[in-house]
């Protein structure tokens, strides 16, 4: 169906957003780190990107940046999902990311939803 990267820090976000993906039929592959997930992104070519904003260095923010500014991995849409208050989506479109959800609101159902419809397949 798809592959999907989680860059996220915490073990518990990537562990919930792997089963809820993986249930929909997405290969999902994870990188707890800025650094490891540009890498995964540039070897593996996945179809999208999950990504959080609060991470030690380099952020989230910085992740995107380098994310859109390769030629390797510009194309692969990012949707960030994070902490932070709803917002910063508008600043995070313009830099770059397909979509903004703040963690707190997002349920399986939504997250989903959300990687479908980025993908441009139908609702699950």
Do not use: H
């Amino acid at each position: 169906m798809g592959t999907i990267l989680i860059i996220d820090d915490s073990q518990g976000l990537r562990k919930a957003f792997t089963e809820a993906l993986q249930e929909e039929g997405y290969q999902v592959l994870t990188a707890a780190g800025g650094l490891a997930g540009i890498a995964m992104a540039k070897n593996s070519k996945p179809d999208l990107i999950i990504l959080d904003l609060l991470m030690p260095a380099p952020d989230g923010i910085e992740v995107l940046r380098t994310l859109k500014n390769s030629p390797a991995t510009a194309c692969i849409p990012v949707v960030i999902a994070s902490a932070l208050w709803e917002g910063n989506a508008a600043k995070l479109i313009q830099e770059g990311a397909a979509a903004y959800f703040e963690k707190e609101k997002l349920t399986a159902a939504t997250l989903k939803s959300a990687v479908a419809n980025v993908l441009g397949r139908s609702s699950i």
